[in-house]
Each structure stands twice: as structure tokens, then as C-alpha cells.
């Protein structure tokens, strides 16, 4: 009989706590900028596990509602996602806000802004986190990121050589090219089985190159029922298992 997904994936964290080691996890929910029906649905599930989320916040587009909304939420930690999420890339191009298309000066003066601007309205959840929209960022800004006080950058993929310190995040529920909802729930699965080898794996310098913590990436306004149904899967399995470590966003800025 063939192991379903979920069994595969229980069985892989099964051998890495067999082998007395822990896996780092971590998720980071995009584009939160007042209270809504959506966001709630998603503190009540990370609650419900006693899970950790980082909700990448776009500074421009919030204020005291989704502040006085967050205050109490222990798990909650807000990062810098870019100004106000919007395109400044030419219509032939990926979509980029903090990309070549301004002056390097006026972008870090938005992020300085943005940092300012979080930092005050969550002043107990506030993490130095820059969470670029659409995962995107010149490489000519990183140097001026440590100016503004940040210490940790997170965009979408594996972890590259870079002068700043990277936690990406590295399995993405949504099909955005496709349907716009759930992607297959086996094909999610796959994706974090391949990513638990490469931080599990035997080469300690290849971690080092790749990372060490597995991030899942979430966008709770467009999550369908599959997402949330996924979602409570994974959180059942992982929440407990002695394989797993769930962190904060203060673990992965430290």
C-alpha cells in the first residue's frame, strides 16, 4: 500500500527525531493591513496549535485598527513588507516595489518610514524584518538595509550568497499561476519533504549555503478552503512532533 503524503512527511520527521535533531519551521503571512474576517480565521488556527506567525505588514496601508486588533496576540510578530505594495516596475517586467526603478535615496527613505511606522504601532511584536512585495529587491538596497536597523531580509526561494542575512521562505501553498487557490496538497507536501533534506542533510556546509529553517509562506485574504484545510493538516502534524521547533520572529531576527 502506498504512504500518503501526510504519511510520508511523518515519516521523515519521524527519522530526523530518531536522529536527536530538531527542524526549524517557521510562517510568514503576507499583505495584512486592517482586521478582517480572513485574518482572524488564521490567529484562531496558529492559537489552536500554540504556533508562532510572522504577518508581513505593508506600512503605508495600516494604522491603529489591525494594531489595537494584534495587542494580546503572543505569537504575532510584525515585519516591514516594503512601503504601500505597490508596482513601480514597467509594465513588461515582474512586479517590483523596491526595485531600480527610483532612486536608491527614496526607496530606503520609504523603508525608514515603514520601519519607524510599525515599530511605533506594535511596539511589543515589531520584529527588524524587510519582507519585500513580491519577494523582490535590488541588490543595491541591501547595504543600506543595517542603516535603518534592519537584521534579517526574507524573500521567497534558497537561501543565496548574500551580504545581508537572509530567512526565506521556501514552500508556497498558493497556485498563482494557475487556479489562484490551494495548490495539490501532495505537491505542497513534496515541497517541504525537499526542503527538510536539504536542511537535514549530511553536507554542513551546503546547510550553511541553503539555510536551515524551513519557511512556509501564506496570504490568508485569498486562501480557498483548501489552503485552510491544508493548513490544519500540517499544524496537527508538526505542532507536537519532537522534530519540529516552530520559531518566532524574534528567533530569526536574533
Keep these: ?3 500518503s503524503h501526510w504519511q510520508q512527511l511523518a ?4 527519522r530526523v527525531a530518531e536522529s536527536g535533531r530538531q527542524v526549524d519551521f517557521w510562517l510568514r503571512d503576507d499583505d495584512a493591513a486592517e482586521p478582517t474576517a480572513a485574518l482572524d480565521r488564521l490567529l484562531s488556527l496558529v492559537d489552536s496549535h500554540q504556533l ?15 494594531a489595537r486588533h494584534l ?18 516596475a ?13 532612486p536608491r535615496s527614496t526607496v530606503l527613505q520609504e523603508l525608514a518610514e515603514g520601519y519607524a511606522r510599525l515599530q511605533a504601532l506594535f511596539p511589543r511584536s515589531f520584529v527588524p524584518m524587510l ?6 529587491i535590488d541588490a543595491a538596497l541591501l547595504d543600506g538595509l543595517p542603516g535603518i536597523g534592519f537584521e534579517a531580509l526574507s524573500v521567497y526561494g534558497p537561501e543565496k550568497p548574500s551580504p545581508f ?27 517541504l519533504i525537499g526542503r527538510l533534506r536539504q536542511v537535514c542533510g ?9 539555510g536551515r529553517t524551513i519557511g512556509v509562506l501564506t496570504h490568508h485574504l485569498v486562501h480557498d478552503a483548501g489552503v485552510w484545510s491544508f493548513m490544519e493538516a500540517l499544524f496537527a502534524l508538526t505542532a507536537g512532533h519532537p522534530a519540529c521547533r516552530w520559531r518566532t520572529g524574534a528567533d530569526l531576527t536574533a
Design 165 to 191: 542575512k537572509l530567512v526565506n521562505t521556501h514552500v508556497d501553498v498558493m497556485d498563482w499561476q494557475g487556479t489562484r487557490g490551494c495548490r495539490d496538497h501532495a505537491a505542497i507536501v513534496s515541497d
Design 90 to 102: 514597467l509594465p513588461e517586467e515582474k512586479k517590483q516595489e523596491l526595485g531600480a526603478h527610483r
Design 202 to 210: 549530511g553536507d554542513e556546509e551546503k546547510r550553511d549555503q541553503t
Design 131 to 136: 519582507v519585500p512585495p513580491w519577494n523582490r
Design 1 to 3: 500500500m502506498t504512504q
Design 52 to 66: 508562532p506567525v510572522v504577518i508581513a505588514v505593508p506600512p503605508a496601508l495600516t494604522g491603529e485598527a489591525l
Design 71 to 88: 495587542d494580546g496576540h503572543a505569537g504575532v510578530s510584525i515585519a516591514v513588507h516594503g512601503w504601500a505594495h505597490r508596482n513601480h
Design 11 to 14: 515519516a521523515a520527521l519521524d
